[in-house]
């Protein structure tokens, strides 16, 4: 047994400074040395590696295994669904019915801000909420990419708009895994965060398409930006704090773009705005427009995939398939044997590393199924299939051992307890607490790629620091899940799925500098919320 070490030097800013520095080596080769995303993440893991063994003192089979797990974990589930997802992809480009797809987005509006307000805050917004785990920015890069989008803008856009749904992706479950670790009432953690998070659903899509237009090109189609926004924003209210975290996204996803394709039968900008230079790409604007029947079978792919996925990630469905399938294998050497001690958490506890082997319930298996079935009523052959799958493995590799890298890396500073070391240092801030607490979720989401990864690290810290300093236990738990959504537009993980799926390899860098001060300031705002929360009137009673 190993206990975590979180001031190995007796002076917390030295301990925290060291603890900081994998991250500091990734962001900064990938935005400053401009790295491929594969070397960079090497030079995080062997960076995260000799900080957790040279100077906090983890035992090197130890920190060895940690960076195996997390590599497994990188490869399945989040690889899994990468590849499926692009295999999906690649039948539907090949069948040429991809064009049609488009096409068809084309005949809802031509208007490139509107398009974009559909594909990436509304069509993603379902797929985070029945899916997630990088299925909506994979599904939305490619969407983009086919309208005619820059790859950057495809990259980047996809990223800005995967952040308010994030906090009840894949069926609730960042939300299931913080009262898991934090003790929390369920349902009280639901409304909280559903009371946090309805603004900035309004503001995400402002914010999305003024980042793309400009100011100016927002304010032309502000009335559907509402019409995207308001909808999502009260159904996420309403379905949180009256039925749960489960079908937040989903139902909220749907009201969203039926209000959005409605308000367009009826409204058309007219501020003559014109993308110029903004969208970069190549845009089909010379096929005829497709029939009915060529557009639903276009949609049959992509409607079979939602179907699937949906279904996949239903508990009843999950919890059957994982009791059928899936086999729970302890790590070797790390299993058990590294612990958790105060003030990170109440009592001393061990940490459990068990991979789990869901190569059934898994939604990369679902989304596997989806292609293969939508392949066959394409009519391809199965030759065809296998030759489409081939090609999509040689397409994603590189991506694939950046994804298990980075997610090494994230695993490492979790079982060698440098991200505690932050999370004290967040905590150390005490009447800012409200605001740093915030903005520690959105670090947790960085640094593993996932708001359950970063609740399940910080949701138990959040509580026992709320207790210690006479703040709602509720309030700051939601806060870290809340403050997390904005982080998810730059980890690692997610920038590399979006360069995959854009086919924009090796400008992860120039991905991140896009995002970056994105993410932070949208953060922030999460931040300033949650301290107006905590102490003042009358926020405090949202807090209730």
Not at 146 to 163: C, E, H
Not at 253 to 274: C, K, N, Q, T, Y
Not at 453 to 477: C, D, H, K, W, Y
Not at 514 to 542: E, I, K
Request: glycine share 10%; hydrophobic share 55%.
């Amino acid at each position: 047994m190993w206990s975590q070490v979180y001031d190995p030097f007796g002076q917390p800013w030295l301990s925290t400074l060291c603890a900081a520095l994998p991250v500091v080596a990734l962001l900064g080769s990938l935005a400053f040395l401009k790295l491929q995303a594969h070397v960079a993440a090497l030079v995080g893991l062997v960076t995260s590696l000799a900080v957790a063994v040279l100077l906090f003192g983890m035992p090197a089979p130890m920190a060895l295994a940690s960076a195996g797990y997390g590599a497994a974990y990188g490869l399945l589930p989040i690889g899994w669904i990468v590849i499926n997802v692009i295999f999906l992809y690649q039948l539907t480009e090949q069948r040429g019915l991809f064009a049609t797809l488009r096409q068809s987005i084309t005949h809802v509006t031509t208007d490139a801000r509107l398009q974009l307000l559909l594909v990436a805050f509304a069509f993603g917004a379902f797929f985070e909420g029945a899916a997630g785990f990088g299925t909506p920015v994979a599904v939305t890069g490619a969407l983009l990419i086919g309208l005619g989008f820059a790859p950057l803008a495809a990259s980047g856009l996809s990223l800005i708009a995967n952040t308010a749904p994030v906090a009840f992706g894949a069926l609730g479950t960042p939300i299931i895994a913080l009262a898991a670790v934090s003790g929390l009432d369920l349902l009280a953690l639901s409304g909280m965060v559903g009371r946090q998070l309805p603004l900035f659903s309004v503001i995400v899509p402002f914010w999305l398409i003024a980042a793309f237009a400009g100011w100016r090109g927002m304010v032309g189609v502000w009335p559907a930006i509402l019409a995207a926004g308001v909808p999502f924003a009260v159904v996420q209210a309403l379905v949180s704090n009256l039925h749960g975290p489960w079908l937040v996204d989903v139902v909220a996803a749907i009201a969203s773009m039926g209000s959005l394709v409605v308000f367009l039968r009826v409204w058309h900008p007219s501020d003559g705005w014109e993308p110029g230079d903004r969208l970069g790409g190549v845009r089909d604007t010379h096929r005829p427009t497709p029939t009915r029947a060529e557009v639903v079978r276009a949609w049959v792919p992509w409607a079979i995939l939602s179907l699937v996925v949906f279904t996949w990630g239903l508990p009843p469905v999950k919890a059957a398939l994982d009791a059928a399938t899936t086999v729970k294998i302890p790590v070797p050497g790390l299993h058990d044997v590294v612990q958790r001690v105060p003030p990170v958490v109440a009592t001393a506890a061990s940490e459990p590393a068990l991979f789990a082997l869901s190569w059934v319930s898994s939604t990369g298996t679902g989304i596997l199924l989806a292609a293969l079935v939508a392949g066959l009523v394409m009519g391809c052959s199965l030759g065809e299939l296998l030759r489409t799958y081939l090609a999509t493995l040689r397409l994603v590799r590189t991506s694939l051992i950046t994804i298990a890298v980075m997610m090494a890396i994230g695993f490492t500073t979790r079982y060698s307890g440098l991200d505690a070391t932050l999370g004290l240092a967040f905590a150390g801030t005490g009447v800012l607490y409200p605001f740093f607490g915030t903005m520690l979720g959105w670090l947790g989401v960085a640094l593993t790629g996932s708001d359950t990864s970063s609740n399940v690290l910080f949701g138990s810290l959040q509580r026992i620091t709320a207790e210690q300093l006479g703040l709602n236990p509720v309030l700051m738990a939601a806060a870290n899940s809340s403050g997390g959504v904005m982080g998810k537009m730059i980890d690692a993980q997610s920038i590399v799925v979006a360069s995959t799926a854009t086919r924009w390899y090796g400008h992860e860098g120039e991905i991140l500098r896009y995002v970056f001060w994105h993410s932070l300031v949208l953060a922030g705002l999460v931040g300033l919320l949650v301290f107006l929360q905590a102490y003042v009137a009358p926020f405090t009673r949202l807090v209730w």
